[in-house]
Every structure is written in C-alpha cells, then in structure tokens.
C-alpha cells in the first residue's frame, strides 16, 4: 500500500524558514518523480515544486522560485521542501504527491499524502 | 502559466442525478487533463488522466471527455459518497495547473 507521510509544518514567522519531510513506503520511491502541492485554507489546489526520479531535475512554481528547493534522498525513501523567505501568502496545508513515471514530464500525480500545515503569522 | 476554468463554481444535485463539470484551458493541452474528487479534511484522490481514461479502482460512473482546451467530467447516478469538491489538471506544460474547483453539494 502507497503511504506518504509529511512532518514538519508549524507556525513560522515571516521572513522564516522550515523544512518539509515526506516519508514514502510502499513503492519503489527512486522510480517515480514527487511533487508538492499546496492548499490555501478554504481555497483550491496550487503546484509548488516536482523533483525528478534522480533528483536531475525540478520545477517549482514563479511564486516560490528562488526561495524554496526540493529535494530528495532515495536512499530514506524521502521527499524534502527547503522554504526561505516565508510570506503570509505561503500559509497552506503542503502536500507530497507522487508521479506515475521518472521523469514527471507530461505526467501527474497519482497518490496524495494527508499535508502538513504551514502557518506564516507574526 | 496555462489557465484552467471550471465551471459552474458549485451546485446542488440529488443522489441518482447526472452531473457535468466542465474545464476549459486557455490554450491546447491535447489530452494532458487529469480529474481529482477531494472530499472535506482528506486529500485529492485521482479519478481520471488523459481526459477519459478511468484510475484504476475509480467506479466506472465517473467518466471523462474532451481534448484541446474543453473537457467534461460526468457522473452518472450520483451517490452520497460523491458529494465533494472536484479539481481538473493540466500537465501539458509547466507548470502544472488546477482549476478552481466544482463543490458537489446535496440538494
């Protein structure tokens, strides 16, 4: 069974910075590209970052580029998201999600972990 | 960034109803949409990729169609576990993007 697990969304200052983990089981994690995906409270679905298979890649989104990085360590079988320079407009509930191929070019997620909520408030 | 619309924005429906969403993208995307039901408190699960090809496990009530900028998500005969909030995706190009949202409410 497909798990994704995230940890590490607290209440953070602005200007701040955090740390995402997403703990992966239940596939073979190196095999598949991994995005975030964040929600707004009471708001839609907006893409922040995918890393590739090899960590060769990643996209983010222009709303964060330049202060978050993602990444990844196959051998933990663990996604990450490095945020710098927190605005109020980052408060969100963060989600892993996994890809359906290596690459992530012209794919989509397929499974979602539960998110971790990020506040950003002074 | 590609822009995606949903529409309508919400409404009432009755169990046993169909239902149509419908998305539309500011600029081609072939086939590239994936359809995804969030229900309150939990997170995204995918219905549909490549406009109409059904998620393996989704029951077949869901369906989906469309290619270029104008898709449809249809339920037939809907049941009470599919009042929820619906979500289309490009992945054409990056980045990626959602519409904004479908919320299924019981009439």
């Known amino acids: 069974e497909v798990q994704l697990v995230e940890s590490g969304g607290v209440v953070v200052q602005p200007g701040g910075s955090l740390r995402l983990s997403c703990a992966a089981s239940?596939?073979?994690?190196?095999?598949?590209?991994m995005h975030w995906v964040r929600q707004a409270p009471g708001k839609g679905l907006e893409w922040v970052s995918l890393?590739?298979?090899?960590?060769?890649?990643?996209y983010y989104v222009d709303s964060v580029n330049g202060r978050f990085t993602i990444s990844r360590d196959n051998s933990k079988n663990s996604l990450y998201l490095q945020m710098n320079s927190l605005r109020a407009e980052d408060t969100a509930l963060y989600y892993c999600?996994?890809?359906?191929?290596?690459?992530?070019?012209?794919?989509?997620?397929?499974?979602w972990g539960q998110g971790t909520l990020v506040t950003v408030s002074s | 960034a590609i822009r995606m619309t949903q529409s309508p924005s919400s409404f009432s429906a009755s169990t046993g109803d169909r239902v149509t969403i419908t998305c539309r993208a500011s600029q081609g995307i072939s086939s590239y949409l994936a359809w995804y039901q969030q229900k309150p408190g939990k997170a995204p699960k995918l219905l549909i990729y490549a406009a109409s090809t059904l998620q393996s496990g989704v029951p077949s009530r869901f369906s989906g169609s469309g290619s270029g900028t104008d898709f449809t998500l249809t339920i037939t005969c809907l049941q009470s576990e599919d009042f929820a909030t619906y979500y289309c995706q490009q992945y054409y190009t990056y980045p990626p993007t959602f519409g904004g949202g479908t919320k299924v409410e019981i009439k």
């Open positions: 999600a996994k890809d359906t191929v290596r690459y992530g070019s012209g794919s989509y997620p397929d499974f």
């Open positions: 890393i590739s298979w090899d960590a060769g890649s990643t």
């Open positions: 239940g596939f073979t994690f190196d095999d598949y590209a």
